[in-house]
């Protein structure tokens, strides 16, 4: 079965400061990895996907498979970082089927002035 | 990308009745999700809604429990139905678009059940 873990309920950093938000993953095929955000009064968002390789508002994510791990990385944090994040696994349902996500708890990032 | 149009925003309803939360999106797309938040928990996917068949639902959930329509591309519906207090959660509609393996969320109805 597959599982998304965010150890990290509250992450709280100085503005300028490096954040790094964990998330690892369990999962026997070959994983798709997203971070998805929601800011306040915003709805749910995609902000990165491991296939992509980007950097997104200075986040950049790399899928460590020997680790099973995808962390959201920033290295200097600004307030309006400020959002809840989830870390999110994609996958083909049972004979290929619809594409279906499995979402981590989410972690509440607070970046502070 | 998709917008998706989500009603109501938020009701609080009394135990043993049902609810209806009607999803609109502004384009035609092929899957509708249905997910559930209940408080301090991650998002949880209820079924998958194709139009012109039956919805697919996950372990745990039931069609008598949580009864989904979709009658045509760019409209579903899900009914919580005998709600308990337990029920008391975010609902939450989301597309994938195009094959892009983006998923587009609408801005969630927040049930409180008394």
């Known amino acids: 079965a597959q599982r998304v873990t965010q150890p990290e309920k509250l992450l709280s950093v100085f503005k300028g400061a490096p954040v790094e938000l964990k998330c690892n993953y369990s999962?026997?095929?070959?994983?798709?990895l997203f971070w998805y955000v929601q800011y306040s009064r915003q709805r749910l968002q995609l902000l990165l996907r491991?296939?992509s390789r980007e950097s997104i508002k200075g986040f950049t994510a790399d899928l460590n498979k020997g680790e099973t791990s995808f962390h959201l990385k920033k290295p200097f944090a600004q307030e309006e970082d400020s959002a809840m994040y989830y870390c999110?696994?994609?996958?083909?349902?049972?004979?290929?089927?619809?594409?279906?996500?499995?979402f981590g708890k989410g972690t509440l990032l607070t970046v502070n002035p | 990308s998709a917008v998706i149009s989500q009603k109501p925003s938020r009701d609080i309803c009394q135990r043993g009745t049902s609810l209806t939360i009607q999803c609109q999106v502004d384009?035609?797309?092929?899957?509708m999700f249905w997910y559930r938040q209940q408080p301090g928990q991650s998002l949880t996917l209820i079924a998958t809604?194709?139009?012109?068949?039956?919805?697919?639902?996950e372990s745990g959930f039931v069609i008598d429990k949580f009864p989904i329509s979709r009658p045509n591309l760019t409209f579903s519906t899900l009914t919580v139905s005998n709600m308990s207090p337990e029920d008391s959660s975010i609902y939450l509609c989301?597309?994938?678009?195009?094959?892009?393996?983006?998923?587009?969320f609408g801005q969630g109805t927040r049930l409180t059940v008394v």
């Open positions: 989301s597309v994938e678009e195009g094959g892009r393996r983006e998923a587009f």
């Open positions: 999962y026997s095929g070959s994983p798709e």
């Open positions: 491991h296939i």
């Open positions: 999110a696994l994609g996958r083909l349902g049972s004979g290929g089927s619809n594409y279906k996500l499995t």
């Open positions: 384009s035609q797309v092929t899957m």
């Open positions: 809604a194709n139009q012109g068949s039956e919805a697919t639902y």
